[in-house]
């Protein structure tokens, strides 16, 4: 191996640390800017984490691209924080209270982004984001069903769906001001916990 190639092996660990930090900063920079300016352009993007649009376009092609990848990079981290709220632990009731409530928390710290993401991207993709999230809740409801605390009468992907779809509309709810954000995780568990009971 010749000293150049040398010299160009130990330049691309460097490049590639580089770039993951450009991605990073993007993406940092783009999840603030998408919740506090919906419509932001690339331009500005770029601007906010610091790089040039050259090096944004380069990682991410278009805004849509962008999105998703804030979108992914949101959505891993909120599993996480649900993970650690140990769903699988305790009664499968008391596990949903507690599983309604991060998930809110997590939802109200990323609602604008959600309603961009519906808006820009579309319901189905946006609910597809969503797969790694929902799988703790559909492992806590299949828990429920077979200790005979959630019901058995209707499909498990139905109540799953019910769960996220009353999460979002509560988030739509708050964003209209027809409903306090204090108010939404007693609301949720309220309305949850009957539709999940037994009949």
């Known amino acids: ?19 993951e930090r450009n991605i990073a900063a993007i993406i940092d920079a783009a999840t603030t800017c998408f919740i506090e300016r919906p ?45 650690a709220e140990a769903p699988d632990q305790g009664a499968a009731d008391e596990a949903l209270r507690r599983l309604v409530k991060s998930s809110w928390r997590e939802l109200d710290r990323h609602r604008r982004l959600f309603e961009l993401a519906q808006r820009e991207l579309g319901p189905q993709r946006l609910r597809a984001y969503h797969d790694k999230a929902l799988a703790h809740v559909e492992r806590l409801i299949g828990r429920g069903r077979k200790e005979g605390a959630f019901r058995t009468d209707l499909p498990l992907h139905w109540l799953v769906t019910t769960f996220y779809s009353l999460l979002h509309s509560a988030g739509e709810e708050v964003n209209a001001r027809r409903l306090r954000k204090s108010d939404v995780a007693e609301v949720l568990t309220a309305t949850l916990l009957p539709a999940l009971s037994p009949p």
Request: cysteine-free.
């Open 39 to 83: 419509q932001v352009s690339m331009a500005d993007v770029a601007k906010a984490a610091g790089v040039g649009r050259v090096t944004l376009y380069a990682h991410f092609s278009s805004r849509e691209a962008l999105l998703e990848a804030v979108l992914e990079h949101v959505i891993v981290h909120s599993a996480g924080i649900i993970e």
């Open 1 to 19: 191996m010749s000293a150049t190639d040398t010299r160009r092996g130990a330049g691309e660990p460097r490049r590639r640390a580089d770039a």
